[in-house]
């Protein structure tokens, strides 16, 4: 395999390419190199040390009296700690740094005023920082999903207008008259998201609505950051990514402008199916459930053009890194809409509500599917940004078989053990504690997975850790220019 | 250039949809429930909480308590949560007008923590240090009222010695009688009052016997009264596991919280509110484990949640529970020593 693995056909515009046409996109690069790279580097270090945290819930739940006895890390708090890293520290942030990037070189146009992105970045920071202080030390506000208190939400919203607002104005000033797919979803995303948080902080702690509705709140909230803002962002990547990678246009530009579409539409009514069965009036969850059976259409449409873009060319992903994470998230983009379609239905739901699915669910939906998509861009992005390949072949290949078989085996670990759970749950005959030590060793299991899952998160930020401190290889293969000093500092 | 407007337009309008269909309609719905009464304006439920109360809430919060239980029940004819006894009748959107933040739950790591106030043993209504509860606030009307006085109430029969429970069994049945309220609890009340047997079973550690009925109780969610310890669902049976949970149950897996507990040296005479420990968690000679604020408030908070009022719109399993609890005395009337027993288990029908 080829060490530095990164792509190097430039498709779109190879024949026709010019010097300037590659001069320009190195100008791009170059603009959103302070402000993506720093949100990278917060990410991943919110990765890091998130995924401390995840080991440390997940064994604490199998094995209760680990560090007992002290506040903060008691396992009810350092479970949303760890959700609250990855969720804003992590998967924002990452989300963030692909989407300005992406929009910066859809938009043909130089990011503006890179400094203030960066400080929104840093606000971001501060936010999470204290939010998650403030979880640990007890000011958790008990909705899930949106566990930080109200003055972090403040600083958050102030660090997002910083940072959302240049890339949409990035799209204003676009020059061509084409709009590509990825632009609608990245719009979509960074104008969801504002709208989204600001609907939550306000219906839950500014003029909060009554009783079980804060609940309605918060799951409404939670399905639609998980489809509206990350998987918008992931799907507009593996949309920019895989046609990119392989040199060919996106199989059907219909099929893409239809999956968006159902998409918004379909994927945002979906809240309530974390709620069958609970005290709502029954017509929300009939229509969530609906809504949940409809986002086939747009899983479809999406699978479908992907897989048809991508035929004759899976060999590829046995070279490019960045075409294998992309493919993989976007396969489990299918899997986790199938699955997400199963365990809303009545009959299954019934089984399975309370049980350790609901947390498979989502590790499939922020980690299979978005975590990897954009595994899968930080590998195209970072090289352009600091004009070096990456460093070791071996190292991403580890990276990537470790968090696939970890991922893979952490999702079947917690269905499996969840059904399970839930079946005995549902069987008055035996003792409600038979359901839990049902599930016991699958829980076990569960925290293999999640050693496999930190071996492969170590190793991307020991990767990404020699990229940033410009010991990367020096291309063999200039396709670009790099937008950085050209000092030849490689091979050591 | 000219896609640019159904593209915002787009954006926002599936937004917006969602946004209204899922947020503000059920809002405009059931956004502004009020407590159901009976025609003459009494027998109010759900009834605001107490101070306690919500600072418990805040605790529970804090403390992730959500992530593992569940506070909903589901109808009998969708899940077995009402034969489970989580529950007589389903959740509805009215029981939880006063609660903020509301903790309906996704998990069941643990029990559902619904109708857990409602499983404790009728309040002993001893004289008591139970701070400024209103030890007969409003009890007949709703469990949930009772709680924050239960609190603090119970505990001293643990703490106590068997001696000073004894001595508070006389005091405990006439204050029942005096009580004229003639709903539920005090249905429950007069099982536990029945003098003496009542306070045996809290206090003798060797009473396998009145374990026995309440480890029948078929497909019951809850573990076995364990002999030595309060009895269930009390408050000192809540301090006790919350600061050691493996000692009720073994193979829990609940985190201990023992942070929510002062482990001081006793000064003069052991406190009345001091846990009653066994075994590897008991705090060596001379000292004592006694509830923070923190923990007093979450168990008020534990024993406040009660949705075993009936609710108009919802239709409760086995009849109105109003009337449910009447057999009871008159069966414990009949055999005294098993109806002490089954104090754990009877109040909750």
């Given at each position: 395999?080829n060490?530095?693995?990164?792509?190097?056909?430039?498709?779109a515009v190879?024949?026709?390419?010019g010097d300037?046409?590659?001069?320009?996109?190195?100008?791009i690069?170059?603009?959103?190199?302070?402000?993506v790279?720093?949100?990278?580097?917060?990410a991943?270090a919110?990765?890091?040390?998130?995924?401390?945290l995840?080991?440390?819930?997940s064994?604490k739940?199998?094995s209760?009296d680990?560090?007992?006895?002290?506040s903060?890390?008691?396992?009810?708090?350092?479970?949303?700690a760890?959700?609250?890293?990855?969720?804003?520290?992590?998967?924002?942030?990452?989300?963030?740094?692909?989407?300005?990037?992406?929009?910066?070189?859809?938009?043909?146009?130089?990011?503006?005023f890179?400094?203030?992105?960066?400080?929104?970045?840093?606000?971001?920071?501060?936010?999470?920082?204290?939010?998650?202080?403030a979880?640990?030390?007890?000011?958790?506000?008990g909705?899930?999903?949106?566990?930080?208190?109200?003055?972090?939400a403040?600083?958050?919203?102030?660090?997002?207008?910083?940072m959302?607002?240049?890339?949409?104005?990035?799209?204003?000033?676009r020059?061509?008259?084409?709009?590509y797919?990825?632009?609608?979803?990245?719009?979509?995303?960074?104008?969801w998201?504002?709208?989204?948080?600001?609907?939550?902080?306000?219906m839950?702690?500014?003029?909060?609505?009554?009783?079980?509705?804060?609940?309605?709140?918060?799951?409404?909230?939670?399905?639609?950051?998980?489809?509206l803002?990350?998987g918008?962002?992931?799907?507009?990547?593996?949309?920019?990514?895989?046609?990119?990678?392989?040199?060919?246009?996106?199989?059907?530009?219909?099929?893409?402008?239809i999956?968006?579409?159902?998409?918004?539409?379909?994927?945002?009514?979906?809240?309530?199916?974390?709620?069958?069965d609970?005290?709502?009036?029954?017509?929300?969850?009939?229509?969530s459930?609906?809504?949940?059976?409809?986002?086939?259409?747009?899983?479809?449409?999406?699978?479908?053009?992907?897989?048809?873009?991508m035929?004759?060319?899976?060999p590829?992903?046995?070279?490019?890194?960045?075409?294998?994470?992309?493919?993989?998230?976007?396969?489990s983009?299918t899997?986790f809409?199938?699955?997400?379609?199963?365990i809303?239905?009545?009959s299954?739901?019934?089984?399975?509500n309370?049980?350790?699915?609901?947390?498979?669910?989502?590790?499939?939906?922020?980690?299979?599917?978005f975590?990897?998509?954009?595994?899968?861009?930080?590998?195209?992005?970072?090289p352009?940004?600091?004009?070096?390949?990456?460093?070791?072949g071996?190292?991403?290949?580890?990276?990537?078989?470790?968090?696939?078989y970890?991922?893979?085996?952490?999702t079947?670990?917690?269905?499996?053990?969840?059904?399970l759970?839930?079946?005995?749950?549902?069987?008055?005959?035996?003792?409600?504690?038979?359901?839990?030590?049902?599930?016991?060793?699958?829980?076990?299991?569960?925290?293999?997975?999640?050693?496999?899952?930190?071996?492969?998160?170590?190793?991307?930020?020991?990767?990404?850790?020699?990229?940033?401190?410009?010991l990367?290889?020096?291309?063999?293969?200039?396709?670009?220019?790099?937008?950085?000093e050209?000092?030849?500092?490689?091979?050591? | 250039?000219?896609?640019?407007?159904?593209?915002?337009?787009g954006i926002?309008?599936?937004?917006?949809f969602?946004?209204v269909?899922?947020?503000?309609?059920?809002?405009?719905?059931i956004?502004?429930?009020?407590?159901?009464s009976?025609?003459?304006?009494?027998?109010i439920?759900p009834?605001?909480?107490?101070?306690?109360f919500?600072?418990?809430?805040?605790v529970?919060?804090?403390?992730?308590?959500v992530y593992?239980?569940?506070?909903?029940v589901?109808?009998?004819?969708?899940?077995?949560?009402?034969?489970?006894?989580?529950g007589?009748?389903?959740?509805?959107?009215?029981?939880?007008?006063?609660?903020?933040?509301v903790f309906?739950?996704?998990?069941?790591?643990?029990?559902?923590?619904?109708?857990?106030g409602?499983?404790?043993?009728?309040?002993?209504?001893?004289?008591?240090?139970?701070?400024?509860?209103?030890?007969?606030?409003?009890?007949?009307?709703?469990?949930a009222?009772?709680?924050?006085?239960?609190a603090?109430?119970?505990?001293?029969?643990?703490?106590s010695?068997?001696?000073?429970?004894s001595?508070?069994?006389?005091?405990?049945?006439?204050?029942?009688?005096?009580?004229?309220?003639?709903?539920?609890?005090?249905g429950?009340r007069?099982?536990?009052?029945?003098?003496s047997p009542?306070?045996?079973?809290?206090?003798?550690?060797?009473?396998?016997?009145?374990?026995?009925?309440?480890?029948?109780?078929?497909?019951?969610?809850?573990?076995?009264?364990?002999a030595?310890?309060?009895?269930?669902?009390?408050?000192?049976?809540?301090?006790?596991?919350?600061?050691?949970p493996?000692?009720?149950?073994?193979?829990?897996?609940?985190?201990?919280?023992?942070?929510?507990?002062e482990?001081?040296?006793?000064?003069?005479?052991?406190?009345?509110?001091?846990?009653q420990?066994s075994?590897?968690?008991?705090p060596?000679?001379?000292?004592?484990?006694?509830?923070?604020?923190d923990?007093?408030?979450?168990?008020?908070?534990?024993?406040?949640?009660?949705?075993?009022?009936?609710?108009?719109?919802?239709?409760?399993?086995?009849?109105?529970?109003?009337?449910?609890?009447?057999?009871?005395?008159?069966?414990?009337g009949?055999?005294?020593?098993?109806a002490?027993?089954?104090?754990?288990?009877?109040?909750?029908?």
């Open positions: 395999m060490t530095t693995g990164i792509p190097l056909r430039d498709p190879s024949a026709a390419a300037t046409e590659q001069l320009e996109r190195a100008y690069d170059a603009s959103t190199r302070v402000p790279l720093m949100f990278y580097t917060s991943i919110w990765l890091v040390l998130g995924t401390v995840a080991m440390v819930v064994f739940l199998h209760p680990l560090f007992g006895g002290v903060f890390l008691t396992w009810g708090r350092l479970r949303p760890h959700m609250n890293m990855m969720v804003y520290g992590w998967a924002s942030m990452a989300g963030m740094g692909t989407a300005v990037w992406l929009m910066a070189r859809l938009c043909r146009t130089t990011l503006r890179p400094l203030l992105l960066a400080a929104g970045g840093a606000f971001w920071n501060l936010g999470v920082l204290i939010g998650v202080g979880i640990l030390l007890g000011d958790s506000t909705f899930q999903w949106l566990e930080f208190p109200r003055y972090v403040v600083i958050l919203f102030v660090a997002y207008t910083l959302a607002s240049w890339a949409v104005l990035m799209f204003r000033h020059r061509g008259d084409q709009i797919i990825t632009q609608w979803f990245l719009l979509g995303a960074f104008l998201f504002p709208w989204l948080y600001a609907a939550g902080q306000l839950l702690f500014v003029v909060p609505v009554q009783g079980v509705l804060q609940s309605a709140v918060t799951w409404w909230y939670a399905n639609n950051l998980l489809f803002w990350f918008a962002i992931a799907l507009g990547a593996a949309y920019y990514m895989i046609p990119k990678v392989i040199g060919r246009p996106v199989y059907s530009y219909h099929l893409a402008i999956g968006f579409w159902t998409y918004a539409l379909f994927s945002s009514w979906t809240g309530m199916t974390r709620m069958v609970g005290p709502f009036p029954a017509w929300m969850i009939t229509a459930i609906a809504a949940t059976i409809l986002t086939m259409i747009p899983v479809a449409t999406i699978g479908l053009n992907h897989h048809l873009t035929q004759g060319y899976f590829l992903m046995r070279y490019s890194p960045t075409l294998r994470f992309t493919v993989f998230g976007a396969m983009y899997v809409s199938v699955i997400g379609v199963l809303s239905l009545r299954v739901a019934s089984y399975v309370f049980t350790q699915v609901s947390i498979g669910y989502s590790h499939l939906g922020l980690y299979a599917f975590t990897m998509t954009i595994f899968g861009s930080m590998y195209y992005i970072v352009r940004l600091v004009g070096r390949e990456w460093r070791y071996s190292l991403i290949k580890l990276h990537f078989w470790s968090a696939a970890g991922i893979g085996l952490m079947l670990m917690l269905l499996a053990g969840g059904f759970q839930g079946a005995n749950m549902e069987n008055p005959a035996l003792p409600f504690s038979e359901s839990i030590e049902t599930v016991m060793p699958y829980l076990r299991g569960r925290s293999i997975a999640g050693i496999l899952l930190t071996i492969s998160n170590f190793i991307f930020a020991y990767h990404f850790g020699l990229m940033l401190l410009g990367g290889r020096t291309s063999t293969v200039p396709t670009f220019l790099n937008p950085v050209a000092e030849t500092s490689g091979g050591h | 250039m000219k896609g640019l407007a159904p593209l915002f337009i926002f309008g599936t937004f917006a969602s946004w269909g899922l947020t503000v309609i059920p809002t405009w719905q956004g502004s429930l009020n407590p159901q009976d025609e003459e304006g009494t027998d439920y009834r605001p909480q107490s101070g306690m919500q600072r418990g809430a805040h529970y919060a804090a403390n992730g308590c593992c239980h569940s506070q909903q589901r109808a009998d004819y969708i899940a077995d949560d009402i034969e489970r006894k989580w007589d009748r389903r959740s509805a959107p009215r029981d939880y007008i006063f609660q903020r933040p309906l739950g996704k998990m069941r790591m643990g029990q559902d923590l619904a109708n857990i409602a499983r404790a043993p009728a309040p002993e209504e001893s004289p008591s240090p139970a701070g400024g509860a209103s030890p007969s606030g409003a009890p007949a009307t709703q469990g009222g009772a709680s924050p006085a239960a603090p109430a119970a505990s001293p029969s643990s703490g010695s068997p001696a000073t429970a001595a508070a069994s006389p005091v405990t049945s006439p204050a029942n009688a005096a009580s004229p309220n003639a709903s539920p609890p005090p429950q007069t099982g536990v009052a029945s003098p009542g306070q045996m079973a809290n206090t003798t550690p060797g009473g396998s016997s009145p374990a026995a009925p309440s480890a029948q109780t078929p497909g019951a969610p809850w573990p076995i009264q364990t030595g310890l309060p009895p269930m669902y009390s408050a000192a049976w809540h301090h006790v596991h919350l600061y050691a493996r000692s009720i149950n073994p193979d829990s897996n609940m985190p201990a919280y023992r942070f929510l507990y482990k001081r040296r006793i000064a003069g005479e052991r406190s009345a509110e001091a846990l420990l075994g590897g968690d008991a060596p000679e001379g000292w004592e484990v006694v509830p923070t604020y923990a007093k408030c979450v168990v008020a908070y534990l024993m406040g949640l009660n949705q075993s009022h009936p609710l108009k719109e919802v239709r409760s399993v086995g009849g109105a529970p109003a009337a449910a609890p009447s057999p009871a005395p008159a069966a414990q009949a055999s005294p020593a098993p002490a027993g089954a104090s754990p288990a009877a109040p909750k029908k």
